[in-house]
């Protein structure tokens, strides 16, 4: 296989979070800890909140504070903290995802033999809309990177290969939230956050008026009302690799254009899709 190209690429529970850890790695007392707690608890916009804080030495395995250390808590958003954290000691700040464009077999008089592999790193920002700057059309470089190994046809397939990540979702995750954008699992090869979106209208009824980016074979049953609400209140219902799903809740009425977002089913057949098209156009 010849190598074509390589590709680097609650506001107020999260800031009380930050102040939590920040006090504590600078080592404050157990009763600024609590007092801390107690601030978050007698707070307001928390008042119904459930909150629990735990740490331990990890040296002498020593528990350091415990204030409702038990408590069943979906920790949600600010679990982030620790998944950056944790990145951040493992992979370095400097650390940059690498997707490689690579092909197998011969190329004669122009045409490839063989198949082009779009191999995964686990870039989870690849296409994403909030670094258009820095990726560029990525799509298009790929399409040169072809063109400049000398192919202008392929006697094979176009193969995006995320098996770098297990993409299983966990078992736990609720199936309301699985066909939303908040509900796209990890992927191997991630393309556009894995989310697609789903414009919709309810100026007569609610409909469908279109899908971006173009996902083949994807097919959405419409049960969405229209009504009073000012707020997103639809859910759309599917798992990874369906590719028939269906939305239902309901959406703010009188909208010429609403939009939601939904999960990608197979971002990284996506991906191979989206490369294929491109390369069919001369």
């Known amino acids: 296989m010849r190598l074509l190209r390589k590709y680097n690429g609650s506001f107020l529970k999260t800031m009380y979070v930050i102040i939590a850890f920040c006090f504590y790695f600078q080592a404050v007392a157990q009763n600024n800890i609590q007092t801390i707690f107690n601030e978050l608890k007698n707070h307001p916009d928390l008042k119904n909140a459930s909150i629990g804080f735990y740490a331990y030495n990890i040296d002498d395995n020593k528990e350091l504070i415990n204030i409702n250390g038990d408590l069943a808590l979906i920790p949600a958003s600010t679990l982030k903290l620790i998944t950056t954290a944790t990145a951040l000691e493992i992979l370095g700040k400097d650390y940059t995802f690498q997707t490689k464009i690579a092909y197998s077999g011969t190329v ?18 690849l296409g994403s809309h909030r670094y ?114 269906y939305i239902s809740g309901e959406i703010p009425n009188n909208k010429n254009r609403f ?21 069919k156009i001369n």
């Open 108 to 125: 004669e008089n122009g045409i490839l033999n063989g198949n082009i592999y779009i191999i995964g790193g686990g870039d989870p920002a």
């Open 132 to 245: 258009s700057s820095f990726y560029g059309d990525f799509l298009k470089q790929w399409k040169s990177s072809v063109q400049s190994m000398g192919i202008d046809s392929i006697n094979g397939q176009i193969i995006g290969d995320a098996s770098i990540l297990d993409n299983e979702i966990p078992p736990t995750w609720i199936w309301q939230d699985l066909g939303n954008y908040f509900g796209a699992g990890a992927n191997g090869l991630s393309i556009y956050e894995n989310f697609y979106y789903l414009h919709l209208s309810s100026t007569n009824g609610v409909s469908i008026t279109d899908i971006q980016p173009k996902i083949p074979q994807l097919k959405i049953e419409n049960y969405l009302n229209a009504g009073s609400t000012h707020r997103d209140l639809s859910y759309i219902y599917g798992g990874p690799y369906q590719y028939n799903r």
């Open 259 to 279: 939009t939601v977002k939904g999960s990608i089913p197979d971002p990284a057949f996506l991906c191979a899709y989206q490369l294929d098209s491109l390369l």
